[in-house]
């Protein structure tokens, strides 16, 4: 059974930092594309990064480049996004997501809010 179980969101102060984690199970995670996507209120889904099975290419969106970092350890079958600076306009469920070959799969999500 796949599950992608995200954690570490909550509530932070703007300028603040956040750590993602999106623990991985039932799938071959080292062959995986793994992305982090966020949805705001009333807003449509969106990519915020990406990165590739060995990490050889990594993709962010405008709004978070330079800001946001994604990563991955293969061996804890596990993928991160390192939030820092953040805004309130980075207030979001922000979920996880994997493709592997023509299969994809999401998470439940975790809630990320900025407000002071």
């Known amino acids: 059974q796949v599950q992608l179980v995200e954690s570490g969101g909550g509530l932070v102060q703007p300028g603040g930092s956040l750590r993602l984690s999106c623990a991985a199970s039932g799938f071959t995670f080292s062959s995986s594309i793994m992305s982090w996507y966020r949805q705001a209120p009333g807003k449509e889904r969106e990519l915020v990064a990406s990165i590739t099975s060995t990490g050889g290419i990594i993709n962010y969106a405008d709004s978070v480049k330079g800001r946001f970092t994604i990563s991955r350890d293969n061996a804890k079958n596990t993928a991160y996004l390192q939030m820092n600076s953040l805004k309130p306009e980075d207030t979001a469920v922000y979920y996880c997501?994997?493709?592997?070959?023509?299969?994809?799969?999401w998470g439940h999500g975790t809630q990320v809010t900025v407000s002071s």
């Open positions: 997501h994997r493709i592997t070959g023509v299969k994809l799969s």
